[in-house]
């Protein structure tokens, strides 16, 4: 599977993790002290869906455009900020749009290209850092951030058939430095057994505090396919569990074609 950002974009997978992203940054954003976010696979920052290889796939059509068309209450933040930013952001431009004067965002995005592109949106932007740099990489070298408070987005491509070992190894690696961080890290689901193996990596590592959400528009059964897509949490703000379904239905209810299984679940996979 190809999972390269800008073929994607805005489809119901981007969807739900940044809708879910812009819920947890306000979250964390109810204290006042600052909050330091690092996007390990930030990708270009933005995409135009109406050229270029998101309008190629179309994929969009089936996510942002519905929401956009008559965002449910439980979207509406997200979808608006979608609006006032234009192309379709990517994490990057979701985040940046809401830090406050004392926040930071750290980039890394080891594309040639896309890495260029996010130094020359963020050129002149003291809260922003972009690095040219290998995300796993990143995760020993970047963490704990200075203000010792902050959030870890961990999207990678799944070009690689080992991407969910690494994924689990990555969020062992990273919370072992910032054990007070919260992590997202977003998952395909195509079928059940290599979802399963991942959570199971996650509880043996001894990570405390993690909950994984999932969106699937039909019965995880073709491996071929795209079926649906995780987004587990280390460290979840106060709250989480009881919007993050509320934001997972109105997905459900907006972007499913009624396939069978489609389903919208959080289960807790691990205790304080």
Known sequence: MNYRHAFHAGNFADCMKHALLVWVLLALQRKPTPVAVLDTHAGAGSYDLASGPAERTGEWHDGIERLLRDPPAPLAGYVEL????????????????LLRSTDQLICCELHPDEARELRRRFAHDRQVAVHQRDAWEALGALLPPRE????????????????????ASGLATGHARFRNGTFLAWYPIKHRAPVRAFHTAVRRSGVRDVVATEL?????????????????LINPPFGFETDAPIILDALLQRLSRDETGASAELTRLADE
């Open 82 to 97: 979608v609006r006032q930013l234009g192309l379709y952001p990517g994490s990057p431009a979701l985040v940046r749009a």
């Open 216 to 232: 699937c528009l039909r019965e995880p059964l073709d491996p071929a396919r795209l079926n649906g897509c995780g987004l587990l």
């Open 148 to 167: 010792r408070r902050g959030l870890v987005l961990i999207d990678p491509p799944f070009e690689d058939s080992r991407e969910l070992e690494r994924l």
